[in-house]
């Protein structure tokens, strides 16, 4: 349905990512220098300080600790410093995280060693207190937010993947509520694809008694679980006749008495339009009415090569905007050749590449024309041809596509 509003939105995400303080791994054999370094960051709020003597456990350690920065000497027996910010920066754990080298002197080519292995900086030691903790802070606030987008992120694909699932789940159950295909005197085919996002669109049809077939196809706006229940709802009361003062057998009498049940205000402003209508086989009528909704589509002749298409179309305003709404019926007799066609306008509001849109007179025209040859019409060759004509091959379409074709 057009102007439809999407109603699955993602779970909240900042409740799942972390607060992480800033941690400080400090590496270097000298204990004077962990000692010096300890007291130049004692008193900082939100700093966690860690000291490693033995360059050996370093990696280890860190792996433990997960810190946000990493200070490390280049000079230390047994290990190189050098090799060490290599073992760093290949551990996946410590890979992304900020590395300080500190060194004793100052030269060029050390320097331009360590950033080409994938130091983050380069200090002296020991620098000055209020130097050292400017660019903790601001190494460790960098890698915390890289930290915070990447579990926002994990959270976002995992709210995405259970919103994928509870659509999935919504979408079976509606399809399990569908009628069975007839192959009696009235024969029925139909084509019903979720989108991605699961839209509204519902449909059926049974006898009402020995002489009268209800037929009908509605349309929630919006997308999601809540307007997939909000379908079922209606559908359900029209099947089950579970609408109070209602004569089915009058399409225009049931839209009033849905208008009346469904209102916006009663279902989270959530409307829906439909098509419904009563084939009487002794009359060899179809009275319809429509509720917003689009024509549906009737190709009828006295044989198939002279049947011509008609739009069963009744003005009416959408189910649940207005109370007291009333409905008009319309009414047409069957010729000895029918194709009932009742669709939603995921079937025809379809964009093109580089093409115009196509449109409901685009779809007319070409299931009159798949009616008319020796091949005839088939809902399956209809779907893959929109979702050819869209571009969509292996993927869904942007709205719910339900067509129902019925033989009368």
């Known amino acids: 349905m057009s102007e439809k509003t999407d109603q699955n939105q993602p779970e909240s995400v900042p409740d799942a990512v972390n607060k992480h303080p800033v941690t400080v ?13 300890r007291r130049m960051l004692q008193g900082e709020e939100n700093i966690k300080y860690h000291f490693c003597s033995d360059p050996s456990k370093a990696l280890a350690l860190a792996n433990e600790l997960s810190p946000t920065v990493i200070l490390q000497d280049l000079v230390m027996p047994d290990v190189d410093g050098l090799t060490l910010v290599k073992f760093f920066r290949r551990n996946p754990q410590t890979k992304d995280v900020p590395l300080i080298v500190l060194s004793s002197k100052e030269e060029p080519k050390t320097k ?4 080409a292995l994938g130091a983050n900086d380069y200090l002296v030691k020991l620098p000055d207190r209020i130097e050292l903790i400017a660019r903790i802070r601001h190494h460790s606030g960098g890698y915390i937010n890289l930290l915070e987008r990447n579990e926002a992120f994990k959270a976002l694909q995992e709210s995405q993947r259970k919103l994928a699932a509870e659509l999935a789940e919504a979408a079976a159950y509606v399809t399990s509520l569908l009628p069975a295909r007839l192959d009696g005197d009235i024969k029925s085919d139909w084509k019903f694809v979720t989108s991605t996002s699961l839209g509204g669109d519902a449909f059926g049809y049974h006898w009402l008694d020995e002489d009268n077939f209800a037929m009908y196809l509605l349309d929630v706006c919006g997308h999601g679980v809540g307007a997939a229940l909000l379908s079922i709802s209606a559908m359900e009361a029209i099947r089950l006749r579970n609408l109070q003062h209602t004569d089915f057998k009058d399409p225009s009498n049931v839209l009033r008495r849905l208008n009346d049940q469904f209102q916006m205000a ?4 959530m409307y829906f339009t439909i098509w419904y209508a009563v084939y009487n086989r002794r009359k060899r009528t179809i009275l319809y009415s429509s509720g ?5 589509l ?12 008609h739009e069963l179309f009744t003005k009416g305003f959408i189910i649940g905007g207005f109370p007291e709404r009333t409905f008009e019926n319309g009414e047409i007799a069957l010729g000895k050749y029918n194709r009932l066609f009742i669709l939603s306008d995921g079937v025809y509001e379809i964009s093109r590449p580089g093409l ?16 008319a040859s020796a091949q005839g019409f088939h809902v399956e060759k209809a779907y893959q041809h ?3 004509i869209s571009g969509s091959k292996g993927r ?13």
């Open 266 to 269: 009663d279902h989270n402003e």
């Open 25 to 37: 791994l400090l590496i270097d054999d000298q204990a004077m220098v962990g000692e010096a370094v």
């Open 356 to 371: 115009p849109d196509w449109q409901f007179e685009d779809f007319r025209d070409y299931i009159a024309a798949e009616c």
């Open 292 to 296: 917003g909704h689009p024509p549906a």
């Open 298 to 309: 009737l190709i009828s002749g006295s044989s198939q090569a002279d049947a011509k298409v």
């Open 386 to 388: 929109v979702l050819e």
């Open 112 to 115: 331009a060693e360590a950033f």
């Open 396 to 408: 869904s379409l942007a709205d719910d596509f339900s067509l129902v074709e019925i033989e009368l």
